[in-house]
């Protein structure tokens, strides 16, 4: 039996493997304006994180405004790539299909964008009426507002649920907010959640372990 009575899953690296992808073209746009920037310097430094102040740290880098079809141009860009490359991350369905648990999902990207990524890889079913994004409440990790507004609205309160999570703005909003939270480390190449995270793990298969 679990002490948890409700999962709170983050998209973006969590049910979708999408973080290279979208980072990866984050990081050439960025350079073609001369950021000068690698995808290690991206998953560290934009994974998680508002749009808006991803475009914030380039433009420090390149001393300029970006121009203003940028974010048209990404997202345009990331819809293709996604559609061609995007696949859920590996053994997430298997762990969602023998969860007993309620469960959700919170996010920082649009509610449009975690649909059209859910349903690529055949997750969406599962989250049906369940998705709660950043940009509806307008409050971005690591603020916890979309974990509160998850967990309220699902019928918990915080300390009755875990968060799975990625980044190291996600823990931090899910702690924020006095969740328990287990990070996920598959794309944590600078090893910064386990000083944060309630716990860590590595591969979906660990988690239901965790979990009962």
């Keep these: 039996m679990s002490q948890y009575k409700c999962v709170i899953f983050d998209c973006d690296g969590v049910l979708v493997d999408s973080e ?10 960025a350079n073609k304006l001369g950021a000068n920037t690698d995808l290690d310097f991206a998953m560290k430094h934009f994974k998680g994180s508002h749009f808006k102040d991803c475009i914030k740290i380039i433009e420090s880098r ?13 997202r345009t860009q990331s819809l293709e790539a996604f559609e061609k ?14 969860l007993t648990l309620p469960f959700c999902v919170a996010s920082s990207g649009m509610e449009s964008k975690m649909r059209f990524n859910l349903n690529l890889v055949g ?19 690591p603020e916890p507002d979309v974990f509160l507004w998850a967990a309220k609205t699902m019928g918990y309160k915080p300390h009755e649920c875990i968060v ?9 909003g899910a702690v924020n907010g006095g969740f328990d ?9 600078n090893n910064e959640l386990e000083v944060l995270a309630t716990k860590t793990f590595n591969n979906m298969d660990d988690l239901l372990k965790m979990l009962y």
Excluded at 64 to 74: H, I, R, S
Excluded at 164 to 172: N, P, Y
Aim: charged letters at 20%; one cysteine or more; proline letters at 5%.
């Design 62 to 74: 390149i001393n300029q405004l970006v121009p203003e079809t940028f974010e048209t141009e990404y």
């Design 85 to 98: 490359h995007l696949k859920p991350i590996k053994g997430i369905k298997e762990v969602i299909e023998h």
């Design 164 to 172: 799975i999570e990625d980044s190291v703005l996600g823990v931090q």
């Design 20 to 29: 290279p992808i979208s980072n990866q073209i984050l990081t050439d746009m």
């Design 181 to 189: 939270v287990f990070g996920f480390t598959q794309h944590d190449t």
């Design 123 to 141: 997750l969406l079913p599962y989250f049906e009426n369940k998705l709660f994004s950043c940009y509806t409440i307008q409050k971005f990790k």
